[in-house]
């Protein structure tokens, strides 16, 4: 079974809330980035920041600011492979 999605979170901004029954509880929003081999994360606290909502906006001012420091998201994945035409061969 595939996990649901948090309706709460948005492209580049993940909602984390921990099950009621965890021994420790988190909940806030994490800012993701990942550019080829750089990795960059930052977590928004509900707690820090007096709320959901001003954690919501404190990661999304975060990650604007973030996007222009970052190198630009190469679409595309994977490169065609060319291939040469077969050779017949001579039995």
């Given at each position: 079974?595939?996990?649901?999605?948090?309706?709460?979170?948005?492209?580049?901004?993940?909602?984390?809330?921990?099950?009621?029954?965890?021994?420790?509880?988190?909940?806030?929003?994490?800012?993701?980035?990942?550019?080829?081999?750089?990795?960059?994360?930052?977590?928004?606290s509900d707690?820090?920041?007096?709320?959901?909502?001003?954690?919501?906006?404190?990661?999304?001012?975060?990650?604007?600011?973030?996007?222009?420091?970052?190198?630009?998201?190469r679409v595309?994945?994977?490169?065609?492979?060319?291939?040469?035409?077969?050779?017949?061969?001579?039995?």
């Open positions: 079974m595939r996990k649901r999605a948090n309706p709460d979170s948005e492209p580049n901004i993940r909602r984390i809330d921990t099950k009621t029954r965890a021994k420790k509880q988190t909940h806030g929003f994490q800012v993701h980035f990942l550019r080829g081999a750089e990795v960059l994360t930052k977590m928004f707690t820090i920041y007096g709320g959901k909502e001003a954690a919501r906006r404190a990661a999304r001012k975060f990650k604007r600011t973030a996007t222009r420091g970052l190198a630009k998201r595309g994945g994977l490169r065609a492979i060319t291939r040469r035409g077969r050779r017949k061969s001579s039995r």
